[in-house]
């Protein structure tokens, strides 16, 4: 399962921070609750306060007058309804809603308590008074009740600022944990585009500068792998240029002894055609073994000594001229256009093998009377060098298989299938590139080969 650290670090950054958040919501909730409480409270006790004053006896008789300031104390534009009672002596009412529950326990002092009137909930305080008069006492109860509208409504001012202000600091860490978290793990993204651009051959130590203590086992432990790769790397390349070098001699010495073998008079067609196709085999295997060389050289990127000052036009035509023989055999016109100069800094055996593998594949796939043109100029800080030729051109899904090691495209032409990796690897080891095109108007193929340009 793919996971994100920065998700997985977030996550854990926001559960505390959401716990916390939360306890000190219901904290903050618990406050307004209070103090709404009260506030309702000793308006219900005020206006319970006001009433029980006004029951006063007259002519023996307890009568109660309702005040209109004891009920105007709760408008509000919440539309609260409010009920009062008024009972003398536990039974008698004096006036008010008769509906109107008492409380669970009756005690002398101001009793609050939650009731319910037609099924609304109601906030009720019961006040009891003793009233006097001419030897008899009266116990009187004021009761006064109101709905819940206004007290939900000042609940909600007092917590909702509360709740913005919790809100907003939720989004507020949110973001800088994100921010910190995307800052903080830039050194592990850019280790990662580090190590996925690589070149699969490039096996050079991670730079270790700049990252994390953290990071840095991890780093350490990848590069000494790299290292050991990298040796393996040399051995077997050793190993393949050591297996060919050592091919040469006995192969030169068959193809000796083989041109020795002139099939005589006496030698039947049978023994002359296996001779023919001995040394078929053997021109063959040796091209495939110097190829293999090459190949194994070039892979080894060249050591500074090796690298001298090379003028890669004086190359190009060297080259020609070996193969201009090869090129009249098929009679393909093979020409050149080359720069006075073209200097890089390279092995010359090694530009040598890169232009005589175009030139060759140019001459050997262009069909009979062909043309075939090789140029290098100088341009800018870049030695380009060309070859062009008019033959079939590689198909475009061929194209990315003919720099893989061994591919031949469909071709009667003899060959090894190493030419193109070798031209490729050693591009590479000069610190240049190869692309091919398809030549004007779709005919033929273009290579391009650029390398850097030494500077005098
Ligand atoms: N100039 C060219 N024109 C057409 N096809 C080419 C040309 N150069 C290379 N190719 C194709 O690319 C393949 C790979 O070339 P290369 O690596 O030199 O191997 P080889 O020449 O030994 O076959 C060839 O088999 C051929 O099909
Ligand atoms: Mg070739």
Same mark, same amino acid.
């Given at each position: 399962m793919m996971h994100s650290l920065r998700a997985r670090l977030l996550g854990w950054l926001l559960v505390p921070v959401a716990a916390f958040v939360s306890v000190t919501g219901l904290m903050s909730y618990e406050a307004a609750r209070e103090t709404a409480g009260l506030l309702q409270d000793n308006a219900l006790l005020a206006s319970a306060r006001i009433i029980g004053e006004e029951v006063n006896w007259e002519d023996g008789v307890l009568i109660a007058r309702i005040p209109p300031a004891a009920l105007e104390m709760f408008e509000s534009p919440y539309q609260d309804q409010v009920f009062y009672r008024v009972v003398k002596g536990g039974t008698g009412l004096l006036g008010g809603n008769p509906n109107l529950a008492f409380p669970a326990h009756a005690t002398s002092r101001p009793v609050f308590y939650d009731s319910a009137l037609d099924g609304r909930p109601i906030r009720a305080v019961a006040y009891e008074r003793e009233l006097y008069d001419s030897g008899t006492t009266e116990p009187v109860t004021v009761i006064v009740a109101k709905t819940q509208a206004s007290y939900q409504a000042m609940l909600l001012t007092l917590w909702r600022p509360q709740l913005v202000r919790q809100g907003l600091m939720l989004a507020l860490v949110v973001a800088l944990a994100l921010l910190g978290l995307t800052f903080e793990l830039r050194p592990l993204i850019r280790l990662k585009d580090d190590v996925a651009d690589r070149d699969a051959l490039r096996l050079e130590p991670i730079r270790i500068e700049r990252l994390p203590s953290e990071l840095r086992p991890v780093v350490d432990a990848i590069n000494q792998c790299i290292a050991r790769l990298k040796l393996h790397a040399t051995t077997q390349r050793k190993f393949i240029a050591d297996a060919a070098h050592q091919l040469r001699t006995p192969l030169a010495l068959l193809g000796a002894q083989i041109d020795c073998a002139h099939p005589c008079r006496h030698c039947g067609p049978l023994l002359a055609d296996a001779l023919a196709g001995i040394r078929r085999s053997s021109a063959k295997m040796t091209e495939m073994t110097n190829q293999l060389l090459l190949l194994a050289q070039a892979e080894s990127? #060249? #050591?500074?000594?090796?690298l001298v000052r090379v003028d890669l036009a004086a190359i190009v035509s060297c080259v020609l001229e070996e193969l201009v023989a090869a090129a009249q055999r098929r009679q393909i016109d093979l020409g050149a256009e080359l720069g006075e100069t073209a200097c890089v800094m390279g092995s010359a055996t090694l530009l040598t093998a890169l232009v005589t593998n175009l030139v060759d594949n140019a001459i050997r796939y262009t069909q009979e009377g062909g043309r075939v043109t090789a140029t290098c100029w100088e341009e800018d800080d870049e030695v380009v060098l060309q070859v062009i030729d008019n033959g079939p051109g590689i198909p475009a899904e061929a194209r990315a298989h003919v720099f893989e090691r061994f591919y031949r495209g469909a071709t009667d032409a003899e060959g090894t299938g190493l030419g193109l990796s070798i031209v490729r690897e050693i591009a590479h080891s000069h610190g240049g590139s190869v692309a091919l095109k398809p030549a004007a108007e779709h005919a033929g193929l273009m290579v391009s080969v650029h390398l850097p340009r030494r500077r005098d």
């Open positions: 990127s #060249p #050591p500074d000594r090796a």
